[in-house]
């Protein structure tokens, strides 16, 4: 079955531009969405078919797919923005969801 | 706007069933869309369980499928996860979340609820 890769953790110090990655085989063939989950929240959609942005979600968070590996950047980081982020695709043979392992989002 | 809220018992001894369920308000549940279960281990990322449309069908994660069983109640306008020959390594919080099937994604999510597996 389909596999993706993120970094259990990222670090960025507020105000600069955080990039969090999904690796998977072909991954740009497929439509990449992202969650954020903030501490005993439950996730939130913040990015889906690759780059488009729920309502509500700051113009700050944006999202790209090519090659092997899919980004969520967010820019102008903030305190708040300190989370955990999934991001979630189709599984190739059954289009099953199928989550990444998640990546730690620690704001310096 | 879409919410959604789980309920059942947060512990379930191990070899029993667990049961919860998702009540919808906002939106009814036969109208469209698809719903959805994920579950979440204690500082484990998400895993997702399965989805039910609208019209009753049913799909399941295959790790998961001998032992899972979606089910609409339109009249409640809730849908129902059971669980069964349940263990240790069930224990997680359960978010229930509607499923576009459009894209294969799910938004908005429910709060969650706790389900520990302990005798």
């Known amino acids: 079955s389909y596999e993706l890769t993120q970094p259990p953790s990222v670090s960025v110090a507020p105000g600069k531009t955080a990039r969090i990655t999904c690796g998977g085989n072909?991954?740009?063939?497929?439509?990449v969405h992202w969650y954020q989950q903030k501490p005993g929240q439950a996730p939130v959609l913040v990015i889906y078919?690759?780059?488009d942005r729920p309502s509500g979600i700051p113009e700050r968070f944006s999202g790209s797919n090519s090659g092997n590996t899919a980004t969520l950047t967010i820019s102008r980081v903030e305190a708040g923005d300190e989370a955990d982020y999934y991001c979630?695709?189709?599984?190739?043979?059954?289009?099953?969801?199928?989550f990444g392992g998640g990546t730690k989002l620690t704001v310096l | 706007q879409v919410q959604l809220q789980e309920s059942g018992p947060g512990l379930v001894k191990p070899s029993e069933t667990l049961s919860l369920t998702c009540a919808v308000s906002?939106?009814?549940?036969?109208?469209?869309?698809?719903w959805g279960w994920i579950r979440q281990p204690p500082g484990k990322g998400l895993e997702w369980i399965g989805n039910?449309?609208?019209?009753?069908?049913?799909y399941y994660n295959p790790s998961l499928q001998r032992r899972v069983t979606l089910s609409l109640d339109t009249s409640k306008n809730e849908f129902s996860l059971k669980l069964n020959s349940v263990t240790a390594a069930d224990t997680a919080l359960y978010y229930c979340?509607?499923?576009?099937?459009?894209?294969?994604?799910?938004?908005?999510w429910g709060q969650g609820t706790l389900v520990t597996v302990s005798s």
């Open positions: 979340a509607r499923h576009i099937l459009t894209g294969n994604w799910f938004d908005p």
């Open positions: 906002g939106y009814s549940i036969s109208s469209g869309y698809s």
């Open positions: 039910i449309y609208h019209s009753g069908r049913t």
């Open positions: 072909d991954i740009e063939d497929k439509s």
């Open positions: 078919y690759d780059s």
């Open positions: 979630q695709v189709s599984d190739s043979s059954s289009d099953h969801p199928l």
